[in-house]
């Protein structure tokens, strides 16, 4: 007696494939901005940074500076000395560590890279910013004249592979990131 071996046939061969085949097209396009999620987390560290400092100058009342290290990958908040270096970290509220975003590491983003970073004070630009006990902008270092110069403008680059942000603050310390 001959057994019959059972198949499947082919219209259940091709649901499976129509199943399979949406599925795929709802899964990859979640899958492929990873890279770009990743920088606009990275940028939102930045934005983050640069509105804590500001608030935490006009709560305490007294300069507060974020400072890019390009060579580090990060961004520091501290409070400077009469030369701007660092006198006191500040500590970040949540985790009551020094405020530092180190933006090749979690949860910055993860693999991303600090590529430029300036602020731009009348002839000057540096690679910090400082903010008064009213949330200005202002240059922070230097002598008490040099100190008090208003931000004309500045930026902070970052990037994932060819996925690039830019986070830009104004004059007035409004922070914006693109």
Known sequence: MLERLRGFTLAE???VCAVLGIAAVIAIPTAAPVAETRADTAA???VLALRFAREE???????R????????NSLSVYIPDANGAVATMVSNPLSKMDYTVVLSQAPAGGN???SACGFQFDKDTLT???FDGDGNPIRGIGDPKKQAQSLAGGTIRLGIGKV???VSID???RVTAS
């Open 13 to 15: 061969m091709l649901t």
């Open 44 to 46: 939102g560290e930045v």
């Open 57 to 63: 100058a006009m709560r305490t009342g007294a300069y």
């Open 65 to 72: 500076m974020l400072g890019c290290d390009l060579a580090r």
């Open 112 to 114: 991303a890279a600090l």
């Open 128 to 130: 910090t910013v400082a």
């Open 164 to 166: 690039t942000r830019t």
């Open 171 to 173: 004059a007035t310390g």
